[in-house]
């Protein structure tokens, strides 16, 4: 008899306990109410059921959510929190990393990410520091995305050939 996934017992406890909250008008939290408290239920039922289920899949969808649901709320009340899109490639590196971390294999991945992320939100204060290479930075902020895609098209071709 194959064994019943925990996911979906996780995910309706916890859309059951969310919708009870708001129908009782039971606050314990800020933001309890809003979609971003939802994204970050869901997020904690993968990680939850990953966890217990030792289900390695589960650890990037569950950060991914999580994570999400987290910047959406802090995002509007930190200054210094990034409003970019630096924010999701932080969220999807450690995500990554975490899921390396725990198959042991992937770590560049999420180190890439990572970088790219930390490269994207410092962007300005590097190309402040060398005011010799503006023009050519403003060629780099205009077409990053079609350096992202020339790599990542490279390494799918470059990892179907081996």
């Not at 996934?5 to 996780?10: A, D, E, R, V, Y």
């Not at 999701?88 to 992320?117: D, H, N, P, V």
């Not at 930390?118 to 290479?133: D, P, R």
């Amino acid at each position: 008899m194959k064994k019943l996934s925990l996911l979906p017992g996780i995910i309706l406890l916890g859309i059951g306990i969310f919708y009870s909250l708001q129908k009782l008008n039971i606050q314990l939290f800020e933001n309890q109410q809003s979609w971003q408290g939802l994204l970050i239920l869901l997020g904690a039922a993968f990680l939850i059921s990953g966890h217990f289920e030792k289900d390695n899949t589960a650890i990037l969808p569950g950060i991914l959510l999580f994570g999400l649901g987290i910047h959406f709320i802090y995002q509007p009340k930190l200054p210094t929190w990034p409003d970019h899109p630096a924010a999701f490639l932080f969220i999807l590196s450690i995500g990554m990393l975490l899921t390396a971390a725990r198959t042991k294999s992937g770590y560049a991945t999420g180190m890439l990410l990572l970088a790219i992320g930390l490269f994207l939100h410092f962007f300005q204060t590097i190309i402040q520091s060398f005011s010799i290479v503006e023009n050519g930075a403003e060629l780099i902020e205009s077409y990053w995305p079609f350096l992202m895609i020339l790599i990542g098209s490279l390494l799918l071709f470059v990892k179907r050939r081996k």
